[in-house]
């Protein structure tokens, strides 16, 4: 038997699309209050009726970047009272910039992910973790990919991002011990969603090629995953899902139809 997590607080980052979206979703199906962060609330707050209506106890949306250092502390500690108790973080906020060979790359990609990616994650769970630790309650779930698990030609910062999410996990796993707090890395490998044309610098004829000829996974399927993590009972960690579709092995290997 799975637990239940009516009426805990999620706080999802990068909730506003994609598999943040999706996950916002899956979660508010069952009963959560949703904790919601995007860049801007623009398109998180026409979210809030229909999350309501799925099931959720309660939504609460404020804009973050979780780059942005001193904003996400301040933020977080800001935080109404009534949704400072979080229970679930979903360390989700994360891009990639580009797809060129490291010796030719513009830095400026290099910074964007890195600070969204690895430094953002790190921020936001330094400011959620102590409250996690002091109430002996909680559960970290990191996005991790199966470029964390394999680098490929042209992703090199991106996959070092999505590397250190996954020793990350494993640390915080280990100075976590003796605590009742889980951690969650989930790997998804190709997701149908904004990503590639996000890499692309809003290119989508070159982000539909990513994608074509084969089935990606979609952003339901990774939350549905999520979902699954965090209802495991309370003894169960569940460490690591490398999730892939049935066309796609490794973050290189895909099967296309002619
Ligand atoms: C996203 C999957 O294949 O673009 O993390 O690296 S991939």
């Given at each position: 038997m799975g637990i239940s997590i009516r009426g805990k607080i999620v706080f999802i980052t990068g909730?506003?699309?994609g598999i943040g979206k999706a996950t916002a979703m899956a979660l508010a199906a069952e009963g959560a209050k949703l904790l919601l962060c995007a860049r801007s609330t623009d398109a998180l707050d026409p979210m809030r009726d229909e999350l309501l209506a799925a099931g959720a106890e309660a939504v609460h949306n404020f804009a973050l970047d979780v780059s942005k250092r001193a904003d996400v502390a301040a933020t977080i500690a800001a935080l109404p009272a009534e949704w400072s108790a979080i229970t679930i973080l979903v360390n989700n906020a994360g891009l990639a910039r580009g797809m060129e060979k490291l010796y030719l790359d513009d830095i400026d990609h290099w910074e964007e992910m890195i600070d969204t990616n690895t430094k953002g994650l790190l921020y936001v769970t330094r400011a959620v973790l102590p409250g996690m630790v002091d109430r002996n309650e909680g559960h970290v779930v990191n996005m991790g990919s199966t470029a964390g698990w394999m680098a490929y030609g042209g992703g090199a910062v991106y996959c070092a991002t999505k590397a250190a999410e996954k020793i990350l996990s494993e640390a915080m796993r280990i100075d976590l011990m003796g605590k009742a707090v889980r951690v969650t890395s989930i790997d998804p490998g190709m997701?149908?969603?904004?990503f590639s044309e996000v890499r692309f610098g809003g290119d989508k004829e070159r982000a539909a090629k990513v994608y074509a000829n084969t089935t990606p996974l979609t952003p339901d399927d990774v939350a549905d995953a999520i979902r699954w993590a965090v209802t495991r009972?309370?003894?169960?960690?569940?460490?690591s899902m490398l999730l892939t579709s049935i066309?796609?092995?490794?973050?290189v290997t895909v099967n296309r139809r002619a």
């Open positions: 909730a506003s699309a997701v149908e969603t904004r009972p309370a003894h169960v960690n569940v460490s066309d796609q092995a490794n973050a």
